[in-house]
């Protein structure tokens, strides 16, 4: 690609990544709850992320442009959750979590190619991909844990003759 389209691709990510982060992330908590949105993120950042490994140059392209939503969303829920879930200054609990996850995020170039070197050129893919869905899991397996923390974020709801209709 020529540095015009690289910039192109990544431009339009940057774009996918706010307008999910700052518009569509919280409006998606809104209705249906902080972990119910984190969880299906994860794992369409999974399956997104196996498609940007496995397919051809144009699924490439799109996948790659598709993941800035996915990772938008993911940012904005998890910060809410981690400066919620901890007793730290919010200051503290932000830096903390800025730094387990600028961590992984500056690690990632090195290992990637690591990993392909050990293996092949997919496995980087499918690492990241697993990872998601591990994600995903502890979030399932933890949601008890993690419910007081996302509970302003889940829709209001109430049970009117055992049937649960979501407020307004």
């Known amino acids: 690609m020529t540095p015009y389209k690289s910039g192109a691709v990544f431009f339009a990510w940057g774009v996918l990544l706010a307008v999910f982060s700052v518009l569509v992330a919280p409006r998606m908590q809104k209705r249906f709850g902080s972990l119910k949105v984190l969880g299906g993120s ?16 144009t699924a490439a392209i799109v996948c790659t442009i598709l993941s800035g939503a996915f990772i938008g969303v993911n940012n904005t829920v998890y910060t809410e959750l981690a400066l919620g879930v901890s007793d730290a200054p919010r200051p503290v609990a932000s830096a903390g979590y800025n ?15 690591k990993i392909e070197e050990w293996s092949d050129i997919h496995m980087p893919f499918v690492v990241a991909a697993v990872t998601a869905v591990l994600g995903a899991v502890v979030v399932a397996v933890r949601r008890r844990a993690l419910t007081h923390v996302a509970e302003e974020l889940e829709p209001k709801h109430a049970t009117e003759d055992g049937v649960t209709v979501f407020a307004d």
């Not at 994860?42 to 140059?57: E, I, K, P, S, T």
């Open 99 to 113: 730094f387990v996850r600028w961590f992984a995020a500056a690690a990632a170039p090195f290992f990637a190619p």
């Open 42 to 57: 994860l794992v369409l950042l999974a399956a997104d992320v196996l498609v940007l490994g496995y397919g051809n140059h």
